[in-house]
């Protein structure tokens, strides 16, 4: 079965950039979109189709897949982008999601 | 508002039974393909159910296939998921997620999410 493989957890400082990787068999050949969790709240979508931004989403949430990683990037990390982060793709009638990656900011 | 309502979670004991339901509103339901997708304490998300539009198209994820239903009644803009032979593995918060779509096509993305019902399976 297809899996999707993300680092446990990034740490950041406030106003870097944040990069969460993907990785997956030739998962640039399909689209990859990113969630974000916060505690207990539902995941929302912050990038699909690899490169799209949501209405809503602010621009410095950004989006990248090529080969066999995707990645979600994060310029100016604000406090407020500490949450959990989950890819998904599609493959075989199967929605897979990565593990997911823990932000932290600080 | 457009939004998803959960219900039906509650604790049960191995071996049995929940019915879970979905209740859209603010966007045309009957248009859209629908999932289940599960998180268990502390953990990750898993992709449990899809259903096409129409319902006619039903995909399980092997963790659930026999034991889940997944259906939907569009004339009431709602969602269910028959839940039989659980496990305590099956302990989770259950999510239902529109799959996107827009003037151009499918946004290959769940775009929105319910706030979840959690599924307690134990003794």
């Known amino acids: 079965s297809y899996e999707l493989t993300q680092p446990p957890s990034v740490s950041v400082s406030p106003g870097q950039t944040a990069s969460i990787t993907c990785s997956g068999d030739?998962?640039?050949?399909?689209?990859a979109c990113w969630y974000q969790q916060k505690p207990g709240l539902s995941p929302v979508l912050v990038i699909y189709?690899?490169?799209k931004r949501p209405s809503g989403i602010p621009e410095r949430f950004s989006g990248s897949n090529s080969g066999s990683t995707a990645t979600l990037t994060i310029s100016g990390t604000q406090t407020m982008d500490e949450a959990d982060y989950y890819c998904?793709?599609?493959?075989?009638?199967?929605?897979?999601f990565g593990g997911g990656t823990k932000l932290t900011v600080l | 508002e457009v939004q998803l309502v959960e219900s039906g979670g509650g604790l049960v004991q191995p071996g049995g039974s929940l019915r879970l339901s979905c209740t859209a509103s603010?966007?045309?339901?009957?248009?859209?393909?629908m999932s289940w997708v599960r998180q268990a304490p502390g953990k990750g998300l898993e992709w449990v159910s899809h259903?096409?539009?129409?319902?006619?198209?039903?995909y399980y994820a092997d963790s659930v296939k026999g034991r889940f239903t997944i259906s939907r009644d569009n004339a009431k803009n709602s969602l269910y998921l028959q839940m039989n032979s659980l496990r305590a593995d099956d302990t989770a918060v259950y999510y239902c997620?529109?799959?996107?779509?827009?003037?151009?096509?499918?946004?290959?993305?769940?775009?929105?999410w319910g706030q979840g019902t959690m599924v307690t399976v134990s003794s």
């Open positions: 997620a529109r799959w996107g779509r827009e003037e151009a096509g499918p946004k290959d993305a769940f775009d929105l």
């Open positions: 603010g966007f045309t339901f009957s248009t859209y393909e």
């Open positions: 259903s096409s539009s129409s319902g006619f198209t039903i």
């Open positions: 030739k998962l640039g050949d399909r689209y």
């Open positions: 189709q690899d490169t």
């Open positions: 998904q793709a599609w493959d075989s009638s199967n929605w897979v």
